[in-house]
C-alpha cells in the first residue's frame, strides 16, 4: 500500500494486477487499484475533480483529469471514508501512476489540491536484465 497526507486528507492507494483482464502477447495490461480517502479534518470536504499521470515503463505519458471518480463527487464528512476501484491499461507490464485531487471544503468554497502518492505497477511478466 502506498499512502500520503494532504491538509489532514489521507490518500491510501492498493494496486493490483488483474492477469484475466490482460493478454501480454497482444501487449495489453491490465491493473485495478483501490483508493481509499479519508477526512481527518473538522469540516467537512468535497472531491471535485481529478488528475493522473500515468507512465509506461517505455517512459510514454498519459495524462487523465476529469471531474470526481468513478461518477461521483462525494463529500466527505469529518472522521469518515470514501474508497472506490478503478483500473489502468498499459502496453508494457510495468508502469507507475501518480497524480492529485481537487477538493473543496468549507462555507467560503476553499479549493485545495490533494497529492495522490506514486505507486507502482508491476506484472509478473516484467523481465529485468542487467547489462
Same mark, same amino acid.
Given at each position: 500500500m502506498y499512502e500520503a497526507t494532504t491538509r489532514n486528507i489521507r490518500v491510501v492507494a492498493e494496486p493490483f494486477f488483474v492477469d484475466s483482464e490482460s493478454q501480454p502477447e497482444e501487449h495489453h495490461f491490465f491493473w485495478a487499484y483501490r483508493?481509499?480517502?479519508e477526512n481527518h479534518g473538522d469540516e467537512p470536504v468535497q472531491l471535485i475533480s481529478r488528475y493522473w499521470h500515468i507512465t509506461d515503463a517505455r517512459g510514454n505519458v498519459e495524462e487523465v483529469?476529469?471531474?470526481g471518480v468513478v461518477g461521483d463527487q462525494p463529500i466527505i464528512a469529518? $472522521?469518515?471514508?470514501? #474508497?472506490y476501484e478503478s $483500473?489502468?491499461?498499459? #502496453?508494457?507490464?510495468s508502469g507507475i501512476m501518480r497524480g492529485h485531487y481537487n477538493f473543496r471544503q468549507?462555507?467560503?468554497d476553499d479549493k485545495f489540491m490533494v497529492a495522490i502518492p506514486a505507486f507502482s505497477l508491476d506484472s509478473e511478466y516484467e523481465h529485468s536484465s542487467v547489462n
Open positions: 483508493i481509499e480517502l483529469r476529469g471531474p469529518p $472522521g469518515e471514508s470514501f #474508497s $483500473g489502468c491499461p498499459l #502496453s508494457t507490464p468549507g462555507a467560503e
